[in-house]
């Protein structure tokens, strides 16, 4: 009996001490405790400024320590040291901030701040060094990703040790409830040298005064560069209300190139700069900001309040390091004369949707203050989303309409109601013999189609809502949808563009000629698709199979003007196309996007002139781009076409960031298979539908998380749940009462985590569990077959025969537990499940055998990796 007893305590150390193998899942939170600071229980978010990510890597989180400013255009600072002492660069900026609370955010690099309080009134100063800026925000920019290769140096003998954020809170009204502020910026350091070197060039006007009911007034900044060769790769701008429009340009040898341009009443992010752009010594930089002082009563200056004005023009460039001059400014015009050559675009404001400006602004609307002020409404401002690099989207398996009976499907569109609307073709199809080599129609025999073409659908339940378009149609191909409502439709077989409504038996307006195809103002030869701009009502025509264009036409249709031209031998240039296929328009930048689908790339113009800004083209495009749509937010979506013999991209969707041109995931569907995906459409709560010509066949996909990259949570556990679990362990530890509240809530964020990557308490005691127990009742059995054969001589052997157990379980010259190898040694038995419990816990891993009912963990290999884009 005694050797029995002396066996289950063997087996008890063994467990003991592979339990303390297992390192508790709030533990990797606590490895930075000793750079823990205070902050307000109403701030959400995480209280640990530093979180590792690898081995090089870290975020670093700066944050208001919870305040509340006391009168408005408050500008208050605070500082954190940086986290290391050798060299670092910072790689990519987030910010934490809403225009809701924040009027704009600078974040600076010193050695030494103003003051060594948790944070203080910026009028004090924010370094008493020189200090370089590194970072600007305003209303509600995305954030900005540097280039590859390219950071921002701080830290070591010569860079910066403090990072100082200073916060202008502008119109404090949305503090009535005397809530805690918490805004700021999450930065990524590394410590891996960057080959490239990141600076900040500001060029701002100092003295500009802008006259009351001045319509139009030009705040001009000039300086001749005499410093090494720099490259530059974003820019932002920055005015209060009265800036319509600020641009930036290089000029060389009297050639003006555009940096950049962009209105300042939309979201103040740093933009890149479409063409590079290089700057060497002699070269002079030249920027505008142009105002108007209509609705004012009294001079406008520059300042720092509300209700003064700033003309600031920033751009970030890159040098060789060994040349790197982190810091410039420019405030003086060398030359006011050189302005009289200054492009026309610089004179032009760039419009803006007033939703947008409500957007932007919040409820920071200058309205003039009375004794009232409570009975004054605030507008209510819809926040931008902040673009997520870990957005996913995968297909809605539960929704019917992948099911409906259609004919080939050739447009979509999300109409005033937020309703799919369908183009199909019911029983025609389009095939080699529809067109003569002269593209003339040739099956007008079979008449127009007598099914309804246009559907309209419940997004949640596929139901048809609606129909139209019988009789009408003989080829349909584009559709879009205006902000009245107006459906505006192409037909390749009339070779004409329709606009019309619902219910109404003719068109409202028809542009082209019926069944003739031809290349002027008055004819189109297979128009493509529609867009309409939502602010002036312009229509832009993509023309098409066998014209090489965009045509413009005014709301009622007048021609006003058309670029493009076919793409020429070799590689394709800007503005020429291979069919430009699908458009969609970008209005907070005031672009039109342009698939053009056999170039096999995204071409971006001004929708205001047709001049080229951008191309966004990768690898994974393969050779077709069959159709692209944006969605405000700055989600860029598209889908490719069949690939050629011999190619190996896919056929798949795209989610890009549009700022970047990045792809950020790709998408395929589940259920049925791409054949011939033909037009694309996302909707604001980014819900995406893609119609399929040869399938015949509409899917739906919606947004889902990323489970192996979470922006807000590590070990799946969210960053304020690990407060209040922390307390609730803390208390019982301790003995200490919880508060019922307090407790419930931890105890259910903890069940709804067992389905999180995160390895679970319980999952682990009951995997240590079970081989304790069966080792247990191998002990007894032994003990009880050795009784009865050995008798007195069992007790020596049982110890034996334990003594090699315990052995085997901790190993050759090992202090601990490793189960993995003893479960190895076992023959046809797997280490699934156990090689994890022996490595550091990290963010991105799943436990593959973790027995919940999460539906995002699934045992399924890994995907191949995907090649860069091009």
């Not at 009168?71 to 050798?86: A, I, N």
């Not at 030009?218 to 209300?241: K, N």
């Not at 341009?261 to 979201?267: D, F, I, N």
Request: charged share 25%; net charge negative.
């Amino acid at each position: 009996m005694a050797g029995l007893i002396n066996n289950l305590l063997i087996l008890m150390l063994v467990f003991q001490n592979s339990c303390l193998g297992f390192r508790n899942p709030l533990s990797v939170f606590k490895r930075y405790k000793d750079t823990t600071r205070s902050f307000s229980s109403e701030c959400l978010g995480n209280n640990r400024p530093v979180i590792s990510l690898g081995l090089t890597d870290v975020a670093l989180d700066i944050r208001m320590p919870g305040v509340t400013p006391k009168q408005s255009d408050t500008y208050l600072c605070m500082s954190l040291h940086l986290p290391m002492d050798e060299e670092a660069y910072v790689v990519d900026f987030r910010p934490q901030a809403s225009m809701d609370t924040v009027h704009h955010m600078l974040l600076f690099g010193c050695n030494v701040p103003s003051s060594t309080d948790n944070y203080w009134d910026c009028d004090e100063g924010t370094c008493t060094d020189k200090s370089n800026i590194l970072y600007a925000w305003a209303r509600n920019a995305p954030p900005t990703r540097l280039p590859k290769g390219v950071g921002f140096k701080v830290g070591g003998e010569t860079g910066s040790k403090y990072f100082v954020l200073q916060v202008h809170y502008g119109d404090i009204s949305a503090f009535k409830d005397k809530h805690k502020d918490c805004s700021g910026v999450t930065l990524h350091l590394t410590r891996q040298r960057q080959p490239l070197i990141a600076g900040m060039y500001l060029m701002m006007s100092v003295n500009t005064v802008i006259p009351p009911g001045e319509k139009v007034v030009d705040a001009d900044i000039a300086c001749r560069y005499q410093q090494y060769p720099m490259h530059l790769f974003a820019y932002r701008v920055h005015t209060h209300r009265l800036g319509k429009v600020v641009s930036g340009y290089r000029v060389r040898n009297g050639q003006w190139t555009l940096i950049g341009r962009q209105s300042p009443q939309l979201p103040q992010a740093f933009y890149p700069v479409e063409h590079p752009v290089d700057i060497s010594f002699g070269d002079t930089l030249a920027a505008r900001c142009v105002f108007t002082g209509e609705g004012r009563t009294t001079d406008t200056h520059i300042g720092g309040t509300a209700s003064d004005e700033m003309c600031n023009f920033y751009i970030m460039y890159y040098m060789e390091a060994k040349h790197a001059v982190s810091y410039m400014t420019c405030t003086q015009n060398i030359n006011p004369d050189m302005f009289r050559n200054i492009p026309q675009e610089a004179n032009i404001p760039i419009p803006v949707k007033s939703d947008m400006i409500m957007m932007t602004h919040g409820h920071h609307e200058e309205t003039e203050k009375t004794d009232d002020s409570s009975s004054l409404k605030q507008p209510k401002r819809e926040e931008e989303e902040v673009l997520d690099q870990d957005f996913h989207i995968e297909e809605a398996v539960d929704w019917p309409g992948v099911n409906l009976k259609l004919g080939q499907v050739s447009g979509l569109a999300l109409d005033t109601k937020n309703n799919l609307v369908i183009f199909h073709r019911g029983d025609h199809v389009w095939d080699e013999n529809s067109f003569d080599s002269s593209f003339v129609y040739q099956q007008r025999g079979l008449g127009p189609i007598e099914q309804n073409t246009i559907l309209v659908i419940d997004p949640s339940n596929a139901e048809v809502l609606d129909s139209t378009g019988k009789n009408l149609f003989y080829l349909p191909h584009g559709l879009s949808i205006d902000k009245d409502g107006n459906y505006w439709v192409t037909d390749v077989a009339l070779h004409q563009v329709f606009k019309l409504r619902v219910h109404d038996k003719e068109p409202l307006l028809i542009l082209g000629r019926s069944l003739q195809p031809g290349s002027d103002k008055n004819h189109f030869c297979q128009p493509t698709d529609v867009a309409v701009d939502p602010v002036t009502g312009n229509v832009y025509v993509s023309d098409g199979y066998c014209n090489s264009r965009i045509v413009v036409f005014s709301p009622n249709g007048m021609f006003i003007m058309q670029w493009g031209e076919e793409t020429s031998v070799g590689k394709a240039k800007p503005g020429q196309f291979q069919i430009p296929h699908s458009l969609t328009l970008i209005p907070e930048f005031g672009q039109l996007c342009v698939a053009d689908r056999e170039n096999g790339r995204i071409q971006c113009f001004r929708s205001e002139t047709g001049e080229f800004t951008r191309e966004i083209k990768h690898k994974l495009f393969g050779r077709e781009l069959f159709a692209v749509s944006y969605t405000r937010g700055g989600l860029l979506f598209a889908v490719n076409g069949m690939p050629h013999p011999g190619d190996i991209e896919p056929l798949q969707g795209f989610v890009m960031n549009f700022s970047t041109g990045e792809i950020i995931d790709t998408f395929v569907p589940v259920r049925k298979t791409f054949e011939m995906p033909h037009d694309i459409v996302a909707a604001e709560d980014k819900t995406v539908y893609v119609g399929d010509a040869h399938a015949k066949t509409v899917w739906k996909f919606t947004a889902t998380e990323k489970m192996e990259h979470r922006s807000v949570k590590k070990a799946g556990i969210e960053v304020q749940e690990i407060k209040e679990a922390e307390a609730v362990l803390e208390a019982r530890l301790k003995n200490k009462p919880v508060s019922t509240e307090s407790q419930k809530k931890w105890e259910k964020h903890h069940m709804v985590e067992q389905a999180s990557p995160g390895i679970s308490f319980v999952l682990i005691t009951t995997l240590l569990i079970i081989p304790v127990v069966v080792l247990l009742a191998i002990a007894v059995l032994i003990r009880w077959r050795k009784t009865r054969v050995y008798g007195a001589d069992a007790e020596h052997k049982l110890e034996s025969t334990s003594g090699r157990i315990l052995g085997r379980l901790q190993g050759k010259g090992s202090g601990g537990l490793n189960l993995g190898n003893f479960f190895a040694s076992r023959k046809g038995y797997s280490r699934k499940g156990f090689d994890r419990l022996s490595t550091e816990g990290s963010d991105q891993e799943k436990d593959e055998d973790d027995g919940t009912d999460s539906e995002e963990e699934y045992s399924a290999p890994p995907p191949p990796a995907v090649s860069s884009s091009s």
